[in-house]
């Protein structure tokens, strides 16, 4: 009688041992430094691009889709929301560019003309710049775990419950 009561309520207490937001360990993975940098990635049957922003400069590393071999003798031509901007080859298929002031926080369409011998293709993209997550973010997953938590101590009061009818009628057999 004893080893069932202990039973039960070990499993009903179990249940409030909840993971906090961060030790879950759930399906989320953990944001990883510097992956909040804008980014656009374009890609065709010939050439891949990257674009990522640090700062106010745009770098842009060009590859040939079919190897990933970084672009050698590459002209380029690049266009933000329709207006050249001069790009600086920085090195073997890595490209620098700088940022207009006037495009910041917003959604920028990029479009990268790439001529290699004979080859040529046009690559376009989107840049989306400014915060891509609020603070509202946080405040929704933590009313999204509400749910679960509820649930939980549901079954803790239904299994504190069913402990509480079992000892009753246990009691009541033995007093007979």
């Known amino acids: 009688m004893k080893k069932t009561i202990l039973f039960l309520s070990l499993l ?91 495009m910041a926080n917003t959604t920028v369409a990029v479009a990268l003309t790439i001529a290699t011998g004979d080859s040529m293709d046009i690559l376009a993209g989107e840049l989306v710049l400014g915060e891509a997550h609020g603070d509202d973010d946080h405040a929704t997953d933590e009313h999204g775990h509400l749910f679960e938590y509820l649930a939980l101590g549901a079954l803790a009061l239904l299994a504190l419950g069913l402990v509480t009818v079992f000892m009753k009628r246990r009691s009541s057999k033995g007093v007979n």
């Open 12 to 102: 009903a207490s179990s249940m409030f041992a909840l993971a906090g937001p961060g030790h879950d360990h759930g399906e989320e993975a953990p944001a990883v430094a510097g992956a909040s940098s804008p980014r656009v990635l374009m890609e065709s049957d010939l050439f891949e691009a990257v674009g990522i922003l640090k700062g106010s400069t745009l770098e842009i590393f060009v590859d040939h889709a079919a190897t990933n071999a970084p672009v050698k003798d590459a002209t380029l031509e690049l266009e933000l929301n329709g207006e050249k901007v001069p790009l600086e080859l920085h090195a073997e298929g890595e490209f620098d560019a700088v940022l207009p002031d006037a």
